[in-house]
């Protein structure tokens, strides 16, 4: 498979990015050559992590199982000189416990706290970049502060792994492969105190998704967890309903003709706004709701691959939805992978010690500072 990355402001690349052109490969060759160049004390451990979306979309295009595309793209990227390959399907189930946690704790401040709630998932850069230059001061006390899996991933890396690795943050290159090019939006927030190891390469170990959505599975998750943890309705499914179009879907928790939880997935442009409206407005009945950027998620990210000749996107995005959704899951609660790690390094689940490291903060952009793009 030929395939060549991206690498974007040193450390973003896009699945968009798998193109044979000059411009693309050009950074991570430069870390690459000179790696080859100088003594091993010297060299950058240079490590990948690859989203499960940006898998599923390599899958599509290929023809091949997601597996597959792992198996393939770690033993390329190992030839080419990276050290290292990881999966960012690991650290989401850190972003997913994380949000669970803010949720139930959001959920019972919310009689003192008018702001506590709706909790807005915070896992799409887009979306973040969007409320942060247009509606501020407003709306970021709603935002959930839990880090998304990539900054999830930037915080592992840089930290934990490169303790246990014994080098500095700085020995390491980190370049991620993401759905779309928005996520280099976060390359500001990746840099912290937290690392995987050696065991979650995605070559030695069993590659597991999410229930739920392709965007991550927020909604699933956190309802799941709430309606257990504050009304002891265990849920095995979640019926959604179509409220304005198939990127506004509703599901409620109910007992006794009394709404309990009524969480929303609103995606793309429009239906932000509507949502933003009706927050402005005090109308919103909303307790969370999973915000994303692109119509149909993130497997339809900009940065995906596009379709072939022969090919509506519509087949495409149901081509790829089906091999992302083909992965056998992991709950994240019973992740003892994801549990050994909150020992070794956050001592334990829910301590205090774990709240800066795995949460982030929001800033009012002024509207007229340039640096940022914003794409749809
Ligand atoms: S919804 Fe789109 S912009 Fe947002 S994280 Fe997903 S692919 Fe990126």
Redesign the pocket.
């Known amino acids: 498979m030929a395939v060549i990355f991206r690498s974007i402001s040193g450390c973003i690349t896009s699945a968009e990015s798998v193109l044979i052109t000059q411009q693309s490969h050009e950074e991570l060759y430069r870390v690459l050559r000179q790696n080859k160049q100088v003594s091993s004390s010297e060299q950058k451990v240079v490590v990948v992590s690859v989203s499960p979306?940006s898998r599923a979309s390599l899958a599509a295009h290929y023809g091949l199982s997601s597996s597959e595309v792992a198996r393939r793209l770690t033993s390329f990227l190992k030839n080419l000189g990276v050290h290292h390959v990881f999966d960012t399907g690991f650290s989401r189930s850190f972003s997913l416990l994380e949000s669970q946690r803010e949720f139930l704790e959001r959920f019972r401040r919310k009689e003192v706290d008018k702001k506590a709630l709706p909790m807005l998932a915070s896992?799409?850069?887009?979306?973040i970049c969007y409320a942060e230059k247009t509606h501020g001061e407003f709306i970021l006390p709603y935002i959930s502060t839990t880090r998304s899996p990539q900054q999830m991933m930037g915080s592992l890396v840089k930290g934990y792994f490169a303790s246990q690795k014994g080098v500095s943050p700085q020995q390491i290159y980190h370049v991620t492969v993401?759905?779309?090019y928005?996520?280099k939006l976060e390359t500001r927030e990746v840099d912290c105190v937290i690392t995987s190891g050696d065991t979650y390469q995605i070559d030695s170990y069993e590659l597991l998704g999410h229930a739920g959505s392709g965007?991550g599975g927020y909604l699933h998750h956190i309802y799941k967890h709430a309606a257990k943890q504050l009304f002891g309705v265990e849920v095995d499914e979640l019926t959604y309903k179509t409220i304005k179009n198939k990127d506004f879907q509703e599901v409620t928790l109910e007992k006794d003709g009394q709404v309990l939880l009524r969480f929303a997935a609103v995606?793309g442009f429009r239906n932000i706004q509507n949502l933003v409206q009706k927050l402005k407005r005090g109308k919103s009945q909303y307790h969370f709701v999973e915000v994303?950027?692109?119509p149909s998620?993130?497997l339809?990210?900009?940065?995906?691959l596009k379709p072939s000749s022969d090919q509506t996107n519509k087949e495409l995005l149901q081509q790829v939805e089906e091999l992302y959704h083909g992965e056998r899951t992991s709950v994240p609660e019973q992740d003892s992978r994801v549990a050994e790690l909150y020992q070794s390094w956050l001592e334990s689940v829910g301590k205090e010690i774990a709240r800066p490291l795995l949460h982030t903060q929001y800033h009012a952009v002024e509207k007229n500072t340039n640096g940022l793009s914003i794409k749809w």
């Open positions: 979306q896992a799409c850069p887009g979306w993401m759905p779309c928005d996520k965007s995606y994303m950027a692109c998620g993130s339809n990210g900009g940065g995906q």
